[in-house]
């Protein structure tokens, strides 16, 4: 069964930071891009941003270009990403993408970001 | 970033049929966009019922249908089901970067 699982999700101050993690199985992870979205309470979905099957190449959406950052560890079936600089306006369920043609999704993490 | 644009919102009646567009600021839509349609009902994870403009996955009922239709992207849907009510995202991408459309209710009534 194919899963993707993701955490490190919580409450955090604006200006703060927090590392998400997303764990797959079930599927040959690194043959694949992975991808993050969010989406805000009550909102739509938001790509992020994704990286290709080694790492190489990443690209990002301009809204968070500069204050987040993607990588993944194959060995480990993971995919991260580090948001710096957070905004009260990035509260949203983040949660990763993989697959040949967007097949699996996790579940997410929330992260709200409140003083 | 490209700006995707879908109806927000959109009625069909049990059995009927009902076309939705997905549109990008940067011109027509093409192939090359490798358009996604993702159905998402309340409380659960989007599934994606559609990839590269008019793939199927194995779980992706016969009556969704896709398409490119005058210059935009487009999700069919003949003889709908209550069970179809749900927010459709489309996603264009870029050469690497996506864009989602900023979805479309559809309400089966």
């Known amino acids: 069964e194919v899963q993707l699982v993701e955490s490190g999700g919580g409450l955090v101050q604006p200006g703060g930071s927090l590392r998400l993690s997303c764990a797959a199985s079930?599927?040959?992870?690194?043959?694949?891009?992975m991808t993050w979205v969010r989406q805000a309470p009550g909102k739509g979905l938001e790509w992020l941003a994704n990286i290709n099957q080694d790492g190489s190449v990443k690209f990002y959406a301009d809204s968070v270009k500069g204050r987040f950052s993607i990588s993944r560890d194959n060995a480990k079936n993971s995919v991260y990403l580090q948001m710096n600089s957070l905004r009260v306006e990035d509260t949203a369920v983040y949660s990763c993408e993989g697959g040949a043609a967007a097949d699996f999704w996790g579940q997410g993490t929330l992260v709200t970001v409140s003083s | 970033q490209a700006v995707v644009t879908q109806e927000p919102s959109l009625t069909v009646s049990p059995g009927g049929t009902v076309t939705l567009t997905c549109g990008s600021s940067t011109g027509t839509v093409t192939s090359g966009h490798y358009t996604y349609w993702l159905q998402q009902k309340p409380g659960q994870v989007p599934r994606t019922l559609i990839y590269d403009t008019s793939n199927k996955h194995s779980w992706t009922p016969a009556r969704f249908s896709g398409s490119l239709l005058g210059g935009k992207a487009a999700l069919t849907l003949s003889g709908a089901q209550p069970e179809d009510e749900a927010d459709y995202y489309c996603?264009?991408?870029?050469?690497?970067?996506?864009?989602f459309g900023g979805g479309t209710k559809l309400t089966v009534l």
């Open positions: 996603l264009l991408t870029y050469s690497g970067p996506w864009v």
């Open positions: 079930g599927f040959t992870f690194s043959k694949f891009w």
